[in-house]
T-cell receptor, first 112, second 116 residues
Framework: DAKTTQPNSMESNEEEPVHLPCNHS???????IHWYRQLPSQGPEYVIH???SNVNNRMASLAIAEDRKSSTLILHRATLRDAAVYYC?????????????FGKGTLLTVNP | NAGVTQTPKFRILKIGQSMTLQCTQD?????MYWYRQDPGMGLKLIYY???????DKGEVPNGYNVSRSTTEDFPLRLELAAPSQTSVYFC???????????????FGSGTRLTVV
C-alpha cells in the first residue's frame, strides 16, 4: 500500500480555518485519497474522499495537488467538536483494495 | 438505522480467560472488519470477512479467532486472554461496490478491553 505522511499534531483556534496536510508521493493513478477522523472515545468516521479534483461536502473540503503527491483537508471554521485525530488514507479502486490501513494521523487541538 | 453495534462497551478479563466481542451491522454490507487500537496508535487490522463463511487474517491475528455465519454478525473470539490484548477493539463494515470510490466504511463505537 502506498504510504501517507502527516504531522503528528496541529493546533488551531476556534472559528478559524484549519489546513491539515498529507503527503503521498508514491500514490498510484487509481488510488483514492480518503480522510477519516476519530473523535475522543469514538470509532473513526468518514470525512471526505477524492481522486483528482477538489471536493467539498458539508464537513470539509479536500484540495488535491495537481501531481496528486499531496493533499490538504480544509476545515473552514474549526469548532471545539472538530478536535480529533485526522487520518489520511490511500485506497485503491476495485479488487482487494477494500481494506483501510491507518497510520497515526494528525491530532488536531482546537483552542477556544 | 443502528449502523454497526458492538457489545460489550467495556470488559475486564483475567489472564487466561476467554470472551467473545460481538459485532452486528444492519446495512447489508458484505465486508466486515475487526481492528484494535493501542494508546496513541492508529488502528491495526486483526481479521476481516468478505462475506458469510469467508474470513481472512489481517495484520495482527495472533490470539484471536473469528467466524461469519451470517451477513449481519462478525464476532471476535479471544481464547486465552493476555495483557498484550489490552486495547480498544473496533468493528467496521463496508459495501462491496462503489461508484464514487467511497465504500461506506462505518465503524462501531468500540469495546474497551483490559486484561489483568
Amino acid at each position: 500500500d502506498a504510504k501517507t505522511t502527516q504531522p503528528n499534531s496541529m493546533e488551531s483556534n476556534e472559528e478559524e480555518p484549519v489546513h491539515l496536510p498529507c503527503n503521498h508521493s508514491t500514490i498510484s493513478g487509481t488510488d483514492y485519497i480518503h480522510w477519516y477522523r476519530q473523535l475522543p472515545s469514538q470509532g473513526p468516521e468518514y470525512v471526505i474522499h477524492g481522486l483528482t479534483s477538489n471536493v467539498n461536502n458539508r464537513m470539509a473540503s479536500l484540495a488535491i495537488a495537481e501531481d496528486r503527491k499531496s493533499s490538504t483537508l480544509i476545515l473552514h471554521r474549526a469548532t471545539l467538536r472538530d478536535a480529533a485525530v485526522y487520518y489520511c488514507i490511500l485506497r485503491g479502486s476495485g479488487g482487494s483494495n477494500y481494506k483501510l490501513t491507518f497510520g497515526k494521523g494528525t491530532l488536531l487541538t482546537v483552542n477556544p | 438505522n443502528a449502523g454497526v453495534t458492538q457489545t460489550p462497551k467495556f470488559r475486564i478479563l483475567k489472564i487466561g480467560q476467554s470472551m467473545t466481542l460481538q459485532c452486528t451491522q444492519d446495512m447489508n454490507h458484505n465486508y466486515m472488519y475487526w481492528y484494535r487500537q493501542d494508546p496513541g496508535m492508529g488502528l491495526k487490522l486483526i481479521y476481516y470477512s468478505v462475506g458469510a463463511g469467508i474470513t481472512d487474517k489481517g495484520e495482527v491475528p495472533n490470539g484471536y479467532n473469528v467466524s461469519r455465519s451470517t451477513t449481519e454478525d462478525f464476532p471476535l473470539r479471544l481464547e486465552l486472554a493476555a495483557p498484550s490484548q489490552t486495547s480498544v477493539y473496533f468493528c467496521a463494515s463496508s459495501s462491496q461496490v462503489t461508484i464514487t470510490g467511497n465504500y461506506g466504511y462505518t465503524f462501531g463505537s468500540g469495546t474497551r478491553l483490559t486484561v489483568v
